[in-house]
């Protein structure tokens, strides 16, 4: 604590209140401490604290096999878990050299971009009730957890999936899962145009978020922002069209631009975004239908994890599991960097490999890590309030945050 | 803009460099340098400026421990050029006990919290970084817990050892 800043003036007139916003508080939604000097309701000066949750994943990693990693970076961005499993396993597949069929490519396009509207819902929803509007978050709800059905039609769980495998999924998306992605769909445009037009020319909502905590370009450039945030102010940065990954190039989409950079343009760019992967969701679908219906992996035995079924029953599939787990299987010294577009902004994993049956060393590049760290310093001079918007609109996942 | 081809960015940089750049390898088409400590400011500054090259972006700041190399701390910089969206991967390394690197917040903001990660996961010290402190764990925390020689496995523990396994 002793690094924190301290007020010298005497002057009793001109006292500062000291608020610890967090570790735990209703609005920070999550475990993040800012202490903050307060000049009435303005914000003097802040400081940040965090690592509450830390849990030592890199550390954790260099000890486990690949496959041991997945539930750790389910653990990363909770609220879109699918998305760093697809990215940890495409790390890996970069790493070895596996090329997916397009049926999975397509595949891992419709969960990942299902992840994003998910993690957009509650961002978008929750930063209605910050301002006061608890029934936007109410019917988005409804939805995400549509999606977390789907989630458990797929692998049988809904928040932390565990869903990839390298080279491909661990089964194959059954007909239920297809009709309720359809039935989804069907619902959600609905609901999504219901909550823009609650909120979108909404008159308290654009009051309390227009031109609050507004960045420019170069400021989130500077601060390596990326996702919403850095799009928000105006830079067309996306991965996903950039450096497409699992054929990402193959679908139409646009990048939603904002101009201001506030709380308000963040929020549109989100929803713009979930129109958008609706859109790629769609087009997959249609994609799908032209792709053999049974593929749902890379046929690399060696590194694909058998089902759990084959494994009883079939002698190769008992060997291969075996030596997948036991980390028997050689894997090249090198290293390598792959980066997908997570809801937050590049979520990128750096593997140093030694050809161990771990990796020698596994660096998340988080971004709710990236984007918090300018909290502390855009809060100065802000309302109290108003910095709460703000954090909810950077959408800071505690999980990411500390890894 | 088109992505910048290995070769020219390489030719560029070694002309203003010459020698005290080298190539490690290009591993996944992502070219990788090593640089000594004196340059990397230099070197950081000549990437983010150059008009040709323009890597406006710091992607990651992190760290390597290899405890058998007679510089056993790497620091690891990611680079990306969002004009051209070339990407560059730039190493550093340094003795053990002199672990001092100057910050590469003077060019970026952002490198801010990544170096604070580096010092508490690995003991590299920024020269010049305006808070350098533990960010992610306890500030009376002795250790730099992801050197090699912090196992997380407790080291008296003999089932795991890789001999019962043949490795």
Sequence with gaps: MQNHPVYTDNDPQSELSTLNLGPTHPATHGVFQNVLQLDGERIVSGV???????????????????????????????????????GWHMTVEKLLGIQTPKRV?????????????????????VLGVDTGAFTGFLYMMEHRESIYEIYEEICGSRLTTNIGRIGGFERNFNTIAFAKL??????????????????????????????????TAETALSYSWTGPLLRAAGVDYDVRAMNPYSSYEDFDFEVPVGTNGDVYSRFLVRNEEMWQSLRIIEQALVKLEKEPTDIFHADVPEFY??????????????????????????????????????????????????????????????????????????????????????????????????? | ???????????????????????????????????????????????????????????????????????????????????????????????????????????????????????DLFGVLFDGHPDLRRILNVDDMTAFPMRKEFPLEDPNRVDKKDYFFGR
Excluded at chain 1, 108 to 114: A, G, K, P, S, Y
Aim: proline share 5%; glycine share 6%; with cysteine.
């Design chain 1, 48 to 86: 940040s604290t965090i690592g509450y949750i830390h849990r030592a994943f890199e550390k954790i990693a260099e000890h486990r096999p690949f496959y041991q990693i997945t539930p750790l970076t389910d653990r990363l961005n909770y609220c879109s878990s699918p998305i760093n499993n697809m």
């Design chain 1, 182 to 215: 359809r039935a989804f769909l069907k619902n959600f445009p609905v609901t999504l145009k219901e909550f823009e037009s609650l909120f979108n020319r909404n008159r308290i909502f654009v009051d309390r978020t227009k031109d609050v905590a507004a960045v």
């Design chain 1, 105 to 125: 490519d397509y595949l891992r396009v419709i969960i990942m971009e299902l992840a994003r509207i998910s993690d957009h819902i509650i961002c978008n929803g």
């Design chain 2, 1 to 119: 803009m088109a992505q910048i081809p290995n070769e020219e960015l390489l030719k560029r940089i070694s002309e203003k460099f010459d020698q005290q750049v080298t190539v490690v390898g290009e591993p996944y088409g992502l070219l990788t340098v090593e640089t000594g400590r004196e340059q990397i400011i230099d070197l950081l500054t000549f990437l983010k400026t150059d008009p040709a090259l323009k890597f406006i972006f710091l992607t990651d700041i992190t760290g390597v421990h290899y405890p058998e190399q007679e510089k056993p701390i790497g620091v690891i910089y990611h680079l990306h050029s969002l004009t051209t969206n070339t990407r560059i991967r730039i190493k550093v390394f340094l003795a053990d006990g002199d672990v001092h690197i100057p910050t590469a917040t003077v060019l970026w903001d952002g490198a801010n919290w990544m170096e604070r990660e580096t010092y």
């Design chain 1, 305 to 403: 994890l058998p089902p759990k079924e084959e494994v009883y029953n079939n002698m190769e599939a008992l060997i291969y599991h075996f030596k997948i787990v036991m980390g028997e299987i050689p894997t090249p010294n090198t290293e390598v960097y792959h980066s997908v577009e997570g809801a937050n902004g590049e979520l990128g994993f750096y593997l140093v490999n030694d050809g161990g049956r771990s990796p020698y060393r596994l660096h998340f590049r988080r971004p709710s890590f990236i984007n918090y760290q300018m909290y502390a310093p855009m809060s100065r001079g802000m309302l109290l309030s108003d910095a709460i918007i703000n954090m909810s609109s950077l959408n800071v996942i505690a999980g990411e945050l500390d890894a």
